[in-house]
């Protein structure tokens, strides 16, 4: 159960690492010698914000959309694993740490999914 | 540009190697680094930062996992109090002006940089002393454990729940607030407060650390101050050099570079302070 749970988190962190990868060298090639400016903070614009509108344009291959997936993955990953988690302590009917463990996954789910609740 | 992320890329290599090998973490150099260093506004720097925060303790943990030592139970038990933390803490953060931020930021990176120089004997002194148990709750939580030394199996059982417990929520916020992992308070919160053995305080924060950051990260990407180019040689360079600096953790001139490092920090941690307060940043 915990090597299964080990390994979940590092093919986690490194599929994430590998789409920020890909993102970045596609990020490269279709925006060639432009400069950003990240003194002055403006706010990402919606398709960086939206997990729908993350994954619509990183289907369409967008450098820093598939990027941003990648950090969504990322973020997912302690997630998955409190899922994980959470499976563990049904099957051994641990029903408080089932009821603890989903507390724990409503603050997380509330925390990605604020945009849409408000 | 591609000399810009280059950079960005080595400063985060060089971030990653330091904060594992000092055990003060990546987190409280990213937003230094990018706010001073390459004057980066703080909202980016600190949605950044989660994001390395994220990579490095769930490329770690993996390891802490199989050690059979981590207590999942107590573990998720406190990571309600670390993820309300979090999402109050990135809450705050998307409200106060930053100067404010950049100040608190300062004061915090001080406390690391002088906790840091504090040594594992004194931490570990903890072990023996006995504090007040919580009696039912703690039974109730099955808030106990056991793990192997050298000397054969050993019991242990959790104390001062409710400190525990508002420790946790104060290194949740602080988490959000600032991008870090707060794992130096989570240790402090489950040994000192708790009275929880050192060996199973450091890998279970180390666990819980991925948790909390994911639960601030998800509000700082909603809300825009997650950059996907600024992001990807930061976590990539975090995550790389996070990897080198535990393979060489366990040789013993570590402190020496704990020392200048907790230095240099210092440093880092003033000059946020006096920015913070000339209202700079």
């Known amino acids: 159960m915990r090597d299964i749970m080990g390994s979940l988190l590092r093919y986690g962190v490194l599929t994430a690492a590998i789409l920020v990868l890909i993102g970045g060298v596609l990020f490269f090639i279709q925006h060639p010698g432009e400069i950003f400016d990240y003194s002055t903070f403006k706010g990402e614009p919606p398709r960086f914000r939206q997990v729908h509108l993350i994954v619509q344009e990183a289907l369409n291959f967008r450098g820093r959309d598939v990027i941003q997936l990648g950090l969504l993955v990322l973020i997912a990953t302690p997630v998955a694993r409190v899922i994980f988690s959470l499976v563990g302590f049904l099957l051994e009917r641990d029903w408080v740490y089932v009821v603890i463990t989903f507390i724990v996954l409503i603050i997380l789910f509330t925390s990605l999914f604020s945009t849409y609740l408000i | ?281």
């Open chain 2, 1 to 281: 540009m591609v000399t810009f992320i280059a950079i960005l890329f080595a400063g985060a290599l060089f971030a990653g190697f330091i904060g594992s090998l000092t055990g003060l973490g990546g987190g409280v150099v990213i937003v230094p680094l990018l706010t001073i260093g390459f004057g980066v506004d703080i909202r980016y720097a600190i949605g950044t930062s989660l994001i390395g925060v994220i990579a490095t303790s769930s490329g770690s943990a993996s390891a802490f996992v199989k050690e059979g030592i981590l207590n999942i139970r107590i573990g998720m038990f406190l990571e309600i109090a670390t993820t309300l933390g979090a999402i109050a803490g990135a809450a705050i953060a998307l409200f106060a002006p930053t100067h404010a931020i950049a100040v608190i930021f300062g004061l915090v990176l001080l406390y690391s940089a002088l906790m840091s120089l504090k040594s594992r004997s004194e931490i570990q002194l903890a072990d023996s002393q006995q504090g007040n148990k919580s009696g039912r709750l703690v039974a109730l939580l099955k808030a106990k454990g056991s793990y192997m030394t050298a000397n054969g199996l050993k019991n242990y059982t959790l104390h001062n729940l409710a400190g525990g417990f508002l420790m946790m929520i104060l290194a949740g916020i602080l988490s959000g607030l600032l991008g870090i992992g707060s794992g130096a308070m989570k240790v402090i919160a489950m040994d000192s407060i708790m009275k929880i053995p050192f060996k199973v305080s450091t890998t279970t924060s180390n666990f819980m650390i991925g948790v909390t950051a994911a639960a601030s990260a998800g509000i700082y990407i909603t809300r825009g101050y997650i950059d996907p180019v600024l992001s990807m040689p930061i976590m990539l360079g975090v995550l790389i050099g996070s990897l080198f600096g535990a393979r060489i953790l366990i040789k013993s001139q570590t402190k020496k570079i704990r020392f200048v490092f907790a230095i240099v920090v210092t440093l880092l941690a003033l000059e946020m302070i006096y920015n913070g307060l000339a209202k700079n940043i």
